[in-house]
């Protein structure tokens, strides 16, 4: 089935130690993308990639950076995690991101754990 | 500005009784409006849609929703709740720059036996 694959499922890392999430698509989408979702709220979009242009929100922290080698994969990068960033972490794809009818299909999500 | 608002962070029913989760949005223009469910440790998963066309819409697990925009609302119901539509809800509108959703804080579904 086609799909949209987050690993690792539960990530744990330690203060200010890098860490990488990833993302993968069999959709053949055009649009990814990586939310934040702290405990009982929203989703926040962080940025998204339009093919291979980068968007990323206003209000990202610089500590969050963002990588798409090909179409099917794309990586979140937090480069020096603070305890505030521990949260579930869902990447999502879309067509093609132009039409705002289009469905966003989700992976089940990371969840990050900062000790 | 586009916002949505999620009347009650968590509603109890019992099994059986009618679910009514409330949603209202605002939007500078005609919106789309999305309503998702989200189980525990899991992603989200589009339970309906409604972009343009007839106005009460039919989603799956046999919940349905109805966008009035008299009253700028697009509530999800479902006539007999089960114990498996416990979960949290997300009603979203989605706005042209870059298809970004605005999702609304979240409804949690409680289903009592």
């Known amino acids: 089935d086609a799909m949209v694959i987050q690993n690792p499922r539960y990530q744990v890392t330690q203060f200010g130690k890098p860490v990488t999430l990833s993302c993968s698509q069999t959709?053949?989408?055009?649009?990814m993308y990586w939310y934040q979702q702290k405990s009982s709220q929203a989703p926040k979009l962080l940025f998204h990639?339009?093919?291979?242009?980068?968007?990323n929100e206003a209000d990202t922290p610089d500590n969050f950076q963002s990588r798409r080698p090909n179409t099917s994969f794309c990586f979140l990068d937090i480069r020096s995690p603070g305890l505030g960033d521990a949260a579930m972490y869902l990447c999502?794809?879309?067509?093609?991101?132009?039409?705002?009818?289009?469905?966003?299909?989700f992976g089940p999500g990371t969840r990050l754990l900062v000790l | 500005a586009q916002s949505v608002t999620q009347l009650g962070s968590h509603v109890s029913v019992s099994e059986g009784a009618l679910v009514l989760l409330r949603c209202n949005y605002s939007?500078?223009?005609?919106?789309?409006l999305f309503w998702y469910v989200q189980y525990p440790n899991q992603g989200l998963q589009l339970l309906l849609k409604?972009?343009?066309?007839?106005?009460l819409v039919k989603g799956i697990n046999g919940f349905e929703a109805e966008f009035k925009k008299s009253e700028t609302s697009f509530h999800l119901t479902k006539p007999s709740a089960h114990m498996s539509d416990a979960a949290e809800y997300f009603c979203?509108?989605?706005?042209?720059?870059?298809?970004?959703?605005?999702f609304g804080t979240g409804t949690s579904l409680t289903v009592i036996p």
């Open positions: 999502a794809t879309s067509p093609r991101g132009w039409n705002r009818q289009e469905t966003q299909y």
């Open positions: 959709l053949n989408h055009n649009v």
């Open positions: 990639y339009y093919d291979k242009d980068f968007n």
């Open positions: 939007s500078s223009v005609p919106p789309y």
């Open positions: 409604y972009t343009t066309g007839a106005t």
């Open positions: 979203a509108v989605s706005v042209n720059t870059g298809n970004q959703f605005y």
